[in-house]
């Protein structure tokens, strides 16, 4: 039996428990078909907690306006990867997101696209969608120590959707009320997934490679 709402088992549902708050970013996730089954997924607590998230699943979309479902001008648009933790090392460390474009700041941008899944599955999303290219390319370079990541992920620089769009929100400054009640709501699905009896297991994405994006953005 699933939550209408939360698409999860009811066992697992933690609708109640959440108050949703406005970001100032707008957050477009599109989730790969095959991980939207996947009761240990995030991308629904997002755009539960964060009214302002549109939630899409499917494998591809006309453009930045059709998949967000309003006008949208993609130069004011991000997305996220990944980068894996070598790549990163080139990067400031002490700025947790950066903008992989020299005339873009992620203070001046007006939302970010998240792609939902493995590491397989975004690769689909990315070359499906060949308007993605006309965005700027984010890229996350958690040190080890921040985070917040549960045991069982496939590398270290893993991370889920929820926790990915914390970080953002974090670092465009978005208010601590907005990414604090993500982070909330982030320990206590943690805390049913571990019931009864072991190590929590949370539905991640997985690192692209720097070496997948292209060149002229880098
Ligand atoms: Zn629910």
Redesign the pocket.
Known sequence: MK?A??W?PTTL???EQLHPVASRLRVLVLQHPQEARNPRSTARLVSLVLPNTVHRVGLSWRSLAAALGELATPSEWGILYVGQAKEAERLAKDQAVHVLSKKKKLKDLKGVVVLDGNWKQSKTLWWRNPWMQRLHRMILTLPEKKSRFVARQPRKSCICTLEAVSEILKAYQDKPATYGELDRSFDIFVERLQAPRGVPVVACTEPMPLSEVPRESV
């Open positions: 939550c709402q939360c999860k549902c933690l609708c």
